[in-house]
């Protein structure tokens, strides 16, 4: 079973034909809304909004661990993370989607385990995405006419705020191809659980310094707009039971 987590411009998804809204509880407390049943092009997945269904969450305040035990709780086996993105490499401009291979996590002060005291966990993150999950996503997307980007590096920050320029310089040099806030601890996480997981990233703007100009949340949402109808394409053909 396919669990989609939507993040910035993807808070419900169009065209499920919702059967149930299941509110689980977890031992890590609430995940970020009720998660929903459904069916997309005849097949069962599950939805969650990963910053709630008011989008009032923020990146560093999203329950991670409640969201994806949760999933678990249910069943499923794979998940897709959609996330909004800044690009950094020059290919990586608005409107591109890129199938991530690769993260630096950046990231600090998010509950990022399910280890406890006893019970240790130190998994293998050497591939942070399924391979063969993320190549579930290519396929779909090939099918669907929607062009990806085969692989990158996801730059997980902290925010809410967005990067100084120097900040994306040294995330460049360290060989991020695309910045965003919430692919960590998600992936991890994921991973602790033994989920196949892989992550869509839809590019809303050049990250600080990379285009004239300051990033407004105008040009992003126009953007989101555009770009979610393509990603929505891919997901309706990358669900299969
Ligand atoms: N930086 C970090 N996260 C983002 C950006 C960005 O430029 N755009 C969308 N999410």
Redesign the pocket.
């Known amino acids: 079973m396919i669990a989609i987590i939507g993040g910035?411009g993807l808070t419900a998804l169009e065209g499920l034909a919702l059967t149930e809204s299941v509110e689980v509880n977890t031992p890590y407390g609430r995940p970020s809304a009720a998660i929903e049943k459904g069916e997309l092009n005849q097949s069962l997945v599950y939805f969650l909004a990963r910053h709630g269904k008011q989008h009032s969450l923020t990146?560093h305040s999203v329950n991670y661990r409640a969201n994806i035990w949760a999933l678990q709780s249910l069943g499923v086996t794979h998940v897709i993370g959609v996330?909004?993105?800044?690009?950094i490499h020059s290919n990586m401009g608005p409107e591109v989607i890129v199938i991530p291979d690769q993260i630096i996590d950046y990231t600090w002060g998010r509950e990022s385990s399910f280890s406890s005291e006893g019970n240790v966990i130190h998994a293998d993150f050497t591939y942070p995405y399924s391979m063969s999950f993320r190549q579930t996503l290519i396929t779909a997307a090939k099918k669907a006419g929607v062009a990806v980007i085969e692989g990158g590096v996801y730059?997980a920050?902290q925010?809410p705020r967005?990067?100084t320029t120097a900040e994306?310089n040294r995330l460049e040099k360290d060989g991020c191809d695309?910045?965003?806030?919430?692919a960590m601890p998600e992936a991890i996480l994921a991973r602790e659980l033994k989920l196949k997981y892989a992550n869509i990233s839809l590019?809303?703007?050049?990250?600080?310094g990379r285009s004239e100009g300051l990033?407004t949340m105008e040009d992003?949402q126009q953007v989101l707009d555009v770009g979610m109808v393509n990603i929505r394409k891919l997901l309706a053909l990358a669900i299969v039971d």
């Open positions: 910035t990146p996330n909004a993105v800044g690009g730059g920050t925010g967005l990067e994306i695309i910045v965003g806030m919430t590019v809303v703007n050049m990250a600080a990033i992003i």
